[in-house]
């Protein structure tokens, strides 16, 4: 069982920076990717960008070129800084984590979200 928690959420002004983080812990197998999601109010819960313990990366093209994704393979821990933050980034923020226990065989787990605001 694999636990998740995102911290770094709050309130930011339009233009401004936020840096997110999200610990795993509790793995008995390798944690072969992390990622984050994001939900606002209404909308589907979207793909912001993901990074795999190769360093492959994923952005989404909403987010591409402000957002930088990066891992501390050893600590299990995934970042994500955001910058040239708009109202539209505002959502929960959910870190998502794949156990690999085999090839072609792994879990996929979910923190509770951490919320981020951008608003003048």
């Known amino acids: 069982q694999v636990h998740l928690v995102e911290s770094g959420g709050g309130l930011v002004q339009p233009g401004g920076s936020l840096r997110l983080s999200c610990v795993a812990s509790?793995?008995?197998?390798?944690?072969?990717?992390m990622g984050w999601y994001r939900q606002a109010p209404g909308k589907l819960r979207e793909l912001v960008a993901t990074?795999?313990?190769?360093?492959?990366?994923y952005y989404a093209d909403s987010v591409k070129g402000r957002f930088t994704i990066s891992r501390d393979n050893a600590e299990n821990t995934v970042y994500l800084q955001m910058n040239s933050l708009q109202t539209e980034d505002t959502a929960v923020y959910f870190c998502?984590?794949?156990?690999?226990?085999?090839?072609?065989?792994?879990?996929?787990?979910w923190g509770q979200g951490t919320q981020v605001t951008v608003s003048s």
């Open positions: 990074i795999h313990s190769t360093s492959h990366i």
């Open positions: 509790g793995s008995r197998f390798t944690i072969s990717a």
């Open positions: 998502n984590a794949y156990e690999s226990i085999e090839a072609g065989k792994g879990l996929e787990y």
